[in-house]
T-cell receptor, first 109, second 118 residues
Framework: GQNIDQPTEMTATEGAIVQINCTYQ??????LFWYQQHAGEAPTFLSY??LDGLEEKGRFSSFLSRSKGYSYLLLKELQMKDSASYLC??????????WGAGTKLIIKP | GAVVSQHPSRVICKSGTSVKIECRSL??????MFWYRQFPKQSLMLMAT?????????EQGVEKDKFLINHASLTLSTLTVTSAHPEDSSFYIC??????????????FGPGTRLTVL
């Protein structure tokens, strides 16, 4: 079957760094997306990894290891506005996104 | 770039009525659009995949006669919830795939439509 495993909730302090891990099992693999979703809003695109390694984009970086079925999203210099859910979504062999419940990140001052 | 709009953002209707939700890609052409539903504190659930000029592909358990999808142009897809009932109350979100963008399979989401059926 297809499965996404992320922590349900994480808490971090403003200005700090947090890493959100994701392990996945899919039927085929065509890359992995990270989305941010604020409460009551639609998801917004953060990153896409298809090759192993680290992709850096400003304060956010995403890492992928295809052999391990593992990815993480690294958020640096946390701001209060980063409080949101972070969704790890791999793309399966049919190019369909597989969604988990996401990780709710709470930022404290 | 890659902006998707959705209208209306919020709708309240009586049980038994039909509601139409529009999804538009504003600055790109989207041959494929997706319709999702999300209940509070739950993950996104794909309802159907809509390809321009052809019939939508519905996910298992989604009634195609209840959730009518029309993708008449490369920038517009509509979802009509027919004979809505309170259990249809949810957050409906569309997304569009920008094949011309740097990430060929990136889905860009509309802002969502919150439907409340009384």
């Amino acid at each position: 079957g297809q499965n996404i495993d992320q922590p349900t909730e994480m808490t971090a302090t403003e200005g700090a760094i947090v890493q959100i891990n994701c392990t996945y099992q899919t039927s085929g693999f065509n890359g992995l997306f990270w989305y941010q979703q604020h409460a009551g809003e639609a998801p917004t695109f953060l990153s896409y990894n298809v090759l192993d390694g680290l992709e850096e984009k400003g304060r956010f970086s995403s890492f992928l290891s295809r052999s391990k079925g593992y990815s993480y999203l690294l958020l640096k210099e946390l701001q209060m506005k980063d409080s949101a859910s972070y969704l790890c979504a791999p793309l399966d062999s049919n190019y369909q996104l597989i969604w988990g419940a996401g990780t709710k990140l709470i930022i404290k001052p | 770039g890659a902006v998707v709009s959705q209208h209306p953002s919020r709708v309240i209707c009586k049980s038994g009525t039909s509601v139409k939700i529009e999804c538009r890609s504003l600055d790109f052409q989207a041959t494929t659009m997706f319709w999702y539903r999300q209940f509070p504190k739950q993950s996104l659930m794909l309802m159907a995949t809509s390809n321009e000029g052809s019939k939508a592909t519905y996910e298992q358990g989604v009634e195609k006669d209840k959730f009518l999808i029309n993708h008449a142009s490369l920038t517009l897809s509509t979802l009509t919830v027919t004979s809505a009932h309170p259990e249809d109350s949810s957050f409906y979100i569309c997304s569009a795939r920008d094949l011309a963008g740097g990430h060929t399979d990136t889905q860009y989401f509309g802002p969502g439509t919150r439907l409340t059926v009384l």
